[in-house]
Structures are given as structure tokens and as C-alpha cells.
């Protein structure tokens, strides 16, 4: 079966990919740029690359058509806290355009639970969205989720950083909404299995786990399943723009999604029925043993995907313009040294961040994310996803990787921290085993010229210790 995938490179769209490669079906996997989806290179032997960005208008002639079914995985919550759900509308239209000229006989669309009167400006989206979807020329399968918990997950990380960081919480008073968690595994088999479903065709589902919880329980059985004592004290006032601020600083979020989360934490998402779970018979995990899965991926280093990967947890939606170092204007920071064993430096270039840190004076890397932090950007809590593997487009602390090559044994990073101006760091090994490594800033007006060079004296300590490190390490 030809299975179009949108939203490929995305949390979910990553899960379900191996799952429908495993079950035979040919996959064109849609993509906002080719250069940034995280597979291996026997994955990508075995799947179609279709460069394309629904939010634009689209030409559609060079498309294949030949498609059996469609997934519909195009969310845009968190790019901006204006207009995302204008954007959302607009893909969907353009998703239209495209299906209605093939042979597509079912798409399948993962939403939201929208069983309040009163919707979030996200839940709103997400129906609207599943409106337009009905209007196509298909056969339709939606299925409704609220708070997946699994490794990579934005809700499942937000609420480890909570526990983990604090003891002691003082939350507002949403923590008492109820809501129905669902494991990733179990909207996964959800998904795959509605495929090709005549049963499921041009029906609406809520699929949720076996409890309904609210969001104070879910961080106490969180920090019961990870033996974290947690004290949590509620205040009956706390204002949303407080409570996305709140959500900003304490966890690994960017602002933008936190703004919308807190605005989707007031209402309940519970499911309205089990119909789907007794249609496939699957029984989903609760909410502990979801969380007890999901460690298990950490603990392995097999996180498949991560929310915070994705282009909309950082600063630039499009890296495209950012691939060639420019040199005009620019300022830059140059070291080299001679090394005796590429592969084991190649090897230290490639864990660089997250727990493994920067080589060097990682406590001025954490005061400067801190104060990334407070100025709005995205500070260091994103991490990385793998510690050892890095594919293009993947965050890396608060740098976005351009390009990692092994064969080419260069790694080149573009700095989404709050600057006044553009900033680059590149690590290469050249042929006469040199270790080259160049931080690039193109500074906006004199206050970028004036930032560079106030840091010149940190750069010297920093930028030379690190080298040298990663060198002998």
C-alpha cells in the first residue's frame, strides 16, 4: 500500500514511520526540507522524500498521485501565540487541493479531545481543521487525543522538568483540570491500526487511557513512579500570561508553546467513549506504566523523536538561509590544533552538549543559557536527544545543527540564543589531521559589534579551552 505520511520529521510522524516501513507499506514521507529528517541511510533507501510546506500555496504537478492513504500529522501550535491557527486552516485547504487530485482513498488526522463547549484557541484549531479535512474527497479518520506521554514528548517532558527541578511547587489553580493521558505507544498502534479500516472510515474517535487524572495527580504519580518527594502548593490567583512564564523559565518549553499550553490546560480533555479501543481491542497503559515505558527509551538512548527537534521549539522556522557561513561583514573567532586520532576527536565532536556538556568552562555555558533564558530565547534546557548521535535540523542545547557530515568530518551549528546578530560554530577535521574550529557572528548594528567584542575575553578562555579538550579528551 503507497501511504503518504505528512509531518514526517515531526514527534509523531517519526513513531509511526518505522511501524508502517515494518508493515510493508511503501511511505512518501512529506517534509518541509530534505536536509533535516533524523533517518539512518538504510531507512532513507526505503522511503520517498517529498519536499513541501502545506502553509504555502503549492504546485502540485510534480506530486505523485498513485496514493492509497494519507496521514494528516501538520500541527503549528507552537510557532507562534498569533496565528497559528490561521496557518493550521490554510494547510489543511492546500492539503485538499493536493488530495483531491489522486487516488486517495482514506486520510487519517490526529486531533485533539474537543468535548467542551468552550474550546482553547488550540482545541478550536484542531476542530476546525478536522472541518476542512471532511470536506475533501476522501474517506476520513479522526482520532482525538489529549496529553501523550512518552520520551521525547513536549507534555511528558514539561511535567520531568517540574518534578525533577522542584521539590516544592507553587502552581496555579489549573492543576485541577482533569484530563485522560495516553501512552505514544498506544496512539501509534491507534493510528496503524484505523489504516485501511472500513470500519473507521469517515468517523471521529477519542482515544485516551484507562484514568482520568488531573494535572496535580499526574505530577504526583510521576514523582511516585520516580521516588521524588514532591510538595505542591496551590494559589487561587495566577494569571495566564504568570502560568506561561512560569512553564518558560521552570521547564525546557519555549515561551510561544507554553502561552497555548496554558491556555489548553483550563480545559478538560476526557474522552467521550472507548468505541476505537473495542473496535481494535488493544488495552492502553496507564498513566505510571506510560511513564515507566518511556524511562526504559531514555535509559536505552532509544528516543526516536523529540518535540524539542522540531524546528517551532526554537527561533527560525527555516534554516535554508542559514547553510553558507557568510563572510561579508562577519566577525569570527579562529582555532586550530594537530591531532592523533580523528575518529576519538570526530567521536567528542559528536557528543558535544546536553549531559556531556561543552568540554570547557561549562558553568559560563549555563550563566549564558540562563540569561538566554531570561531575554527570551531558549537557554539550555532543550539538550539534545541522543548522546551520541546528531542528524541535521536536530536542537542542540541553544544551537540548531546545520549540517553533520561524518564522512566529511564536519559539524556546523546555527545559534538560536537571543543575539544581536547571527551566529555560527563549526567543528572540522581536515586532511592533515587538524582540528579546525571557527565561531562565525554576523553582527545587526553596533550593539552587535559592541556585544562581540565585550565577549572577546570569554571567547579566548572559552573558545581555546574547548578545543584543546575535545583534542585530548
Not at 586550530?336 to 576519538?344: A, G, S
Amino acid at each position: 500500500m503507497r501511504v503518504l505520511l505528512t509531518g514526517a520529521n515531526g514527534y509523531i510522524g517519526m513513531r509511526v514511520l518505522p511501524q508502517l516501513l515494518e508493515k510493508g507499506h511503501e511511505v512518501i514521507c512529506c517534509v518541509r526540507d530534505k536536509n533535516r529528517i533524523a533517518l539512518d541511510t538504510e531507512t532513507l533507501k526505503r522511503v520517498t522524500l517529498l519536499e513541501v510546506d502545506f502553509t504555502q500555496e503549492i504546485e502540485t504537478s510534480n506530486f505523485p498521485s498513485d496514493i492509497d492513504v494519507a496521514y494528516y500529522l501538520i500541527h503549528s501550535m507552537s510557532v507562534t501565540t498569533g496565528d497559528f491557527d490561521e496557518l493550521e486552516a490554510q494547510a489543511a485547504r492546500n492539503f485538499n487541493r493536493y488530495m483531491s487530485g489522486t487516488t486517495v482513498n482514506q486520510v487519517i488526522y490526529l486531533s485533539g479531545i474537543v468535548n467542551e463547549d468552550n474550546l482553547s484557541k488550540h482545541l478550536s484549531s484542531r476542530k476546525n481543521v478536522e472541518d476542512i479535512l471532511y470536506e475533501g474527497n476522501y474517506n476520513l479518520t479522526v482520532l482525538r487525543a489529549g496529553i501523550v506521554v512518552g520520551s521525547g514528548s513536549s507534555s511528558f517532558e514539561i511535567i520531568r522538568d517540574l518534578c525533577e527541578k522542584l521539590p516544592v511547587m507553587i502552581a496555579p489553580k489549573w492543576l485541577k483540570t482533569r484530563c485522560q493521558p495516553i501512552a505514544i505507544r498506544d496512539v501509534i498502534t491507534y493510528l496503524t491500526e484505523v489504516l485501511s479500516n472500513p470500519k473507521c472510515y469517515n468517523q471521529f474517535f477519542d482515544i485516551g487511557g484507562p484514568e482520568v487524572l488531573t494535572y496535580k495527580q499526574m505530577l504526583q504519580q510521576y514523582a511516585q513512579v520516580r521516588n521524588l518527594k514532591l510538595w505542591i502548593i496551590q494559589v487561587p490567583v495566577m494569571s495566564p500570561r504568570l502560568s506561561a512564564y512560569w512553564l518558560y523559565f521552570v521547564t525546557s518549553t519555549s515561551y510561544k508553546l507554553a502561552v497555548n499550553l496554558v491556555d489548553s490546560m483550563k480545559m478538560e480533555v476526557v474522552a467521550g467513549d472507548n468505541r476505537l479501543q473495542q473496535l481494535i481491542g488493544i488495552q492502553p497503559l496507564d498513566y505510571k506504566e506510560a511513564i515507566r515505558k518511556a524511562f526504559i527509551k531514555i535509559e536505552q538512548n532509544l528516543v526516536l523523536s523529540s518535540w524539542k527537534d522540531s524546528l517551532v521549539a526554537g527561533r527560525f522556522t527555516n534554516l535554508k538561509g542559514y547553510i553558507q557561513v557568510p563572510t561579508f561583514g562577519c566577525l569570527k573567532d579562529s582555532q586550530r590544533i594537530k591531532i592523533d586520532d580523528p575518529e576519538r576527536v570526530l567521536q567528542n565532536i559528536w557528543s558535544i552538549g546536553g549531559e556531556k556538556g561543552w568540554y570547557y568552562g561549562n558553568r559560563l555555558w549555563r550563566v549564558r543559557g540562563f540569561i538566554d533564558k531570561l531575554f527570551g530565547g531558549v537557554g539550555l534546557r532543550r539538550g539534545r536527544t541522543h548522546p551520541e548521535k546528531i542528524y541535521e535540523g536536530d536542537s542542540l542545547d541553544f544551537w540548531r545543527v546545520l549540517l553533520a557530515d561524518k564522512e566529511e568530518k564536519r559539524l556546523l551549528l546555527f545559534a538560536e540564543m537571543r543575539l544581536p546578530g547571527e551566529a555560527w560554530l563549526e567543528f572540522k577535521i581536515d586532511e592533515d589531521n587538524y582540528l579546525h574550529q571557527t565561531a562565525t557572528f554576523r553582527p545587526r548594528g553596533l550593539w552587535g559589534r559592541l556585544y562581540w567584542f565585550t565577549m572577546l575575553p570569554f571567547h579566548y578562555f572559552i573558545f581555546g579551552g574547548m578545543i584543546r579538550r575535545i583534542a585530548v579528551t
